[in-house]
């Protein structure tokens, strides 16, 4: 049956129900570019304005991923796991957190993706390690995950492709801010590339996407729904992105605290995230056995990380890039950090060269920033309270009037901060 693009726009317009088979007529001409970009674009605004009901964000979720190709594990012995953070500052815990869960004895095959505006990207972060690659083929994905246990690389051009499409247009459109869009997108990948179980790490606060609490929370039982509703065991935790996480940011930076948590080592807060998250993932997955705290004190999580890493190319010995140049930021005042802004210090290290500002732009990997204070930590006048990384001194001026205002000193730390891990989401 064909449908008419503009009744479809009309009918979402006028806060109608969208039926199933104008849904998949849509997504699927809008993917083989029957329905134009206007089009789509003004169904995009009518969604985000008037809303999609369950029904309606499932079946749109399944035309996404019906666009293009489903991954299948089925030939793997172990369970599969994986994890989707919404993005945030500092956020490396996928580094350490997949080799961890294949230590503990699930298969982790992870789709990532490079980072754009102020959030890093997992791929990019990667990249910085000598010789790894983040593009495989689905028979080299299958190799590295039966030799370290987990994978993470870029997803091929054949997963979900109707979202690709789509998620570009919405980026230039204003309507990226669309629960029932941002939901689709994230599942119809997570859902396509075939894990059996999945974590959502929905981050909240100044440097993530939700704000506040309430529209995390919405996402995050959006978006359990639809993965249980597909049939992979869903679970999401939202935890806090009103301050970095860890003391780096910036994507050699970043890889290098990652491996200080697999050596044992590394920030309490990155510490904690990485445990619990793991915890959560192999729950999901039906695995009760090795402890993931365990596994990171005895070495194990060390050795798949090394076994991943070597498996797409990388050395994990090599040298990590350097920036160039480094300039230190002074504390104002003796007393306690109050605050300091997540999305501040994302913005300042994006400045430094960290992110890009098209996704065809290159990354600076050496390029970032080193906390030498976290909210809540005692200050004293003068002291170097971060540690600004550049390739050209001529970026630190941007980033220092990105800071300005981000961070206060006092008498306690602010009473505002979030618990790292706020609540827990399950399926009904
Ligand atoms: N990440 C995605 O993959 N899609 C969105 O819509 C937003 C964030």
């Not at 919405?170 to 894990?195: F, H, N, Q, W, Y």
């Amino acid at each position: 049956m064909s449908f008419d693009a503009i009744d479809v726009i009309i009918t979402k317009r006028d806060r109608g129900e969208l039926s199933d088979g104008q849904i998949d007529w849509m997504v699927g001409a809008y993917t083989r570019g029957e329905v134009a970009d206007e089009q789509m674009s003004a169904l995009a605004m009518a969604i985000l304005l008037n809303g999609m009901n369950r029904r309606e964000i499932a079946r749109w979720t399944a035309a996404m991923i019906d666009s293009g190709t489903r991954m299948d594990w089925s030939a793997l012995d172990r369970p599969t796991t994986d994890k989707h953070s919404t993005g945030g500052v500092g956020d490396k815990i996928t580094l350490p957190l997949a080799p961890l869960v294949a230590a503990c004895g699930a298969y982790v095959p992870q789709l990532s993706g490079r980072g754009l505006g102020h959030t890093g990207g997992t791929l990019d972060k990667l990249e910085s390690i000598p010789g790894w690659r983040a593009s495989l083929s689905a028979e080299e994905m299958l190799g590295v995950i039966r030799s370290a246990g987990a994978v993470v690389c870029a997803a091929g051009a054949g997963l979900a492709p109707a979202d690709r499409k789509l998620y570009a247009l919405r980026d230039v459109t204003g309507t990226v801010e669309s629960i029932p869009l941002i939901a689709s997108s994230i599942m119809s990948k997570k859902i396509a590339e075939g894990t059996g179980a999945l974590v959502l790490d929905v981050k909240v606060g100044s440097g993530a996407f939700m704000k506040d609490v309430g529209t995390a929370r919405e996402l995050a039982t959006t978006m359990v729904e639809l993965g249980i509703d597909a049939g992979v065991n869903t679970v999401a935790l939202l935890t806090a992105m009103d301050r970095p996480l860890g003391l780096q940011v910036g994507n050699a930076l970043e890889v290098a605290e990652a491996v200080e948590v697999l050596a044992g080592g590394g920030p309490s807060d990155v510490v904690e995230l990485t445990v619990t998250l793991a915890r959560e993932m192999l729950a999901a997955a039906g695995l009760d056995g090795k402890d993931p705290a365990d596994a990171l004190k005895d070495g194990t999580a060390m050795d798949a990380w090394r076994r991943m890493i070597a498996a797409q190319g990388g050395d994990p010995d090599a040298r990590l890039p350097r920036a160039a140049e480094t300039m230190d930021v002074s504390c104002p005042a003796d007393g306690v950090l109050e605050r300091l802004d997540a999305y501040a210090v994302g913005l300042a290290a994006w400045r430094l060269g960290a992110g890009r500002t098209r996704k065809e732009d290159p990354v600076s990997h050496g390029a970032g920033i080193t906390l030498h204070a976290k909210p809540g930590d005692a200050v004293r006048a003068g002291q170097p309270l971060m540690t600004l990384h550049a390739d050209e001194p001529a970026r630190f001026e941007r980033a220092i009037e990105a800071l300005e205002g981000a961070y206060s000193v006092g008498a306690s730390a602010g009473p505002g901060l979030l618990p790292l891990v706020i609540e827990r989401v399950k399926g009904e």
